[in-house]
């Protein structure tokens, strides 16, 4: 004899349901706790059918399955170094954030390069100082971690900020290279790179020194943003346009930079009204 239909039952799973696939995308979009995403969800629910609560599955039961749906949402495995072999790596940026970097490191510094005019970031780098000896060691390894990857790096011009234990590290480790040791430099390329401290920062919801985890995705991310930009530009010639405040800014500089060659500005006075120009900061 055939069962009747208990219309309440098939209610009751679809609700349950719906509650594991709204559990499951938080947890790929969101870097929270799985713990609290979970507690947020069943409040949520109990706040607007209370008769299902019971019926849902507990955290444990659920853990692995929302291990796996996190993990699968991450970007692939990085490709930057394959970008890096194929960049004009003749010339590299280096550059530090305090900002965005967990209380457990001093800082996070990232390692720049070109590819047909458009810059992006190829390294990332959780730094516990900014001694020379800890500079040392992050450019030896990269120029280790370059040589097993059959990479040449021998960049002729780097672009630094002002600080003397890295500027000491790098004529160590690169001999060759021209060190252009001030943010002016920055802000002359033809690219897009002024604006990522600024993107980093608002991926993070400019919270200062966030979770570690948190840092982690976010850097995942802005590497899959950059690479899906530079696949792009390399496709269809595209470049990001660049903000008025960006392109006025450049032709101050070039401005400054035509007084000084000309000799009307002297150096004291072209560097103090270059720093005022390009509001020198660490992010």
């Known amino acids: 004899m055939k069962k009747p239909c208990n219309h309440e039952d098939d209610e009751i799973?679809?609700?349950?349901?719906?509650?594991?696939?709204?559990?499951?995308?938080?947890?790929?979009?969101?870097?929270?706790?799985?713990k609290k995403i979970c507690r947020e969800q069943i409040i949520s629910l109990y706040t607007a059918s209370p008769q299902i609560t019971p019926f849902t599955p507990m955290f444990y039961e659920m853990k692995a399955s929302l291990y796996n749906a996190r993990n699968t949402s991450y970007p692939p495995a990085s490709q930057s170094l394959k970008q890096l072999s194929g960049s004009d790596n003749d010339h590299l940026f280096f550059d530090g954030?305090?900002?965005?970097?967990?209380?457990?490191?001093?800082?996070?510094?990232s390692v720049h390069s070109?590819?047909?005019?458009?810059?992006?970031?190829k390294l990332y780098i959780l730094l516990p100082?900014?001694?020379?000896?800890?500079?040392?060691?992050?450019?030896?390894?990269?120029?280790?971690?370059?040589?097993?990857?059959?990479?040449?790096?021998?960049?002729?011009?780097?672009?630094?900020?002002?600080?003397?234990?890295a500027i000491n590290s790098i004529k160590l480790i690169f001999p060759n290279a021209i060190i252009k040791g001030c943010k002016f430099h920055f802000n002359k390329t033809n690219n897009n790179l002024e604006d990522w401290h600024h993107r980093l920062n608002n991926d993070l919801n400019n919270v200062v020194h966030p979770h570690f985890y948190i840092l982690i995705r976010s850097v995942q991310n802005d590497h899959a943003y950059d690479s899906a930009i530079l696949l792009r530009h390399l496709k269809t010639g595209a470049l990001p346009l660049r903000k008025k405040l960006f392109v006025n800014r450049n032709a101050r500089l070039n401005n400054l930079e035509e007084r000084f060659k000309q000799k009307t500005l002297t150096l004291d006075e072209y560097l103090k009204k270059v720093m005022q120009l390009i509001a020198i900061q660490k992010y």
């Open 97 to 109: 954030t305090f900002k965005s970097c967990p209380n457990s490191f001093y800082q996070l510094y």
């Open 13 to 34: 799973k679809c609700k349950v349901e719906e509650f594991r696939m709204n559990l499951k995308r938080r947890i790929e979009d969101s870097p929270q706790p799985f």
């Open 129 to 165: 100082d900014k001694k020379g000896p800890t500079y040392i060691s992050v450019f030896n390894s990269i120029l280790n971690l370059c040589h097993v990857n059959d990479i040449c790096l021998n960049p002729k011009y780097v672009t630094i900020d002002f600080e003397q234990a």
């Open 114 to 121: 070109v590819n047909n005019e458009l810059s992006t970031p």
